[in-house]
């Protein structure tokens, strides 16, 4: 009796072992490969979401409530900075949305990239659509989420997915009253006041 028992036992045991050592083999071999993915991913949308830079600092942490932030200096051909790039988060119907969002420096948005979602197929995932994302092109202040008819500093909800459409607008509403206090300081700074007066 004791026999049956033992050898299902230990060989699922074994087998739970082995698959254990192959996750963990598999993890290792693909985590610098993921990475490098990522970090190519966030250098295109960079560009994508302030085209006007020719390249773009190393990232800056901002803590906002306890949250940080990253923030990056898109900067012009001679090293000037000529606009910002916020990575956010909101939370969506799915989960957290990361969104990247260029802001020039008059504090009007020039670009809005999806990052990661999980949202709804067909519905929450239309957020990452060029024509939803194309709305915030230019727009600066709070922007609000409506139905119908969006005008001004409105965004027209994506139909059956307006907590989504909430989660993208909520990220870059973020990324816009972070730029006012980064943009503060680079019009203060000694290099930028120089660059002016020349």
């Known amino acids: 009796m004791k ?3 033992v050898i299902p036992t230990v060989t699922l045991f074994l087998i739970c072992l082995v698959m254990t050592a192959l996750m963990a083999l598999t993890n290792s071999v693909t985590a610098p490969w993921i990475a490098a993915l990522t970090a190519d ?3 295109s949308a960079k560009q994508q979401v302030l085209p006007e830079a020719a390249a773009f600092s190393e ?65 929450g995932s239309k957020a990452q659509d060029d024509g939803f994302l194309a709305q915030f092109l230019g727009k600066a ?4 989420v409506v139905k119908s008819q969006a005008d001004g ?18 990220a870059v509403n973020l990324a816009i009253e972070l730029s006012q206090a980064v943009v503060g300081a ?10 002016g007066n020349k």
């Open 3 to 5: 026999k049956n028992i």
């Open 41 to 43: 991913s966030e250098v």
């Open 59 to 123: 990232a800056k942490q901002l803590k906002k409530d306890g949250e940080i932030y990253s923030c990056y200096e898109g900067l012009d051909g001679a090293g000037r900075a000529i606009g910002l790039v916020f990575v956010t988060t909101a939370k969506g119907y799915g989960g957290d949305i990361r969104v990247m969002t260029g802001i020039d420096l008059k504090g009007a948005v020039t670009g809005v990239q999806i990052l990661s979602m999980n949202e709804t197929p067909g519905l």
């Open 141 to 144: 202040g709070k922007l609000q």
């Open 153 to 170: 500093n409105e965004i027209l909800a994506i139909t059956g997915a307006t907590i989504s459409s909430r989660a993208v607008t909520d």
């Open 186 to 195: 680079i019009h203060e700074s000694p290099a930028q006041e120089t660059g």
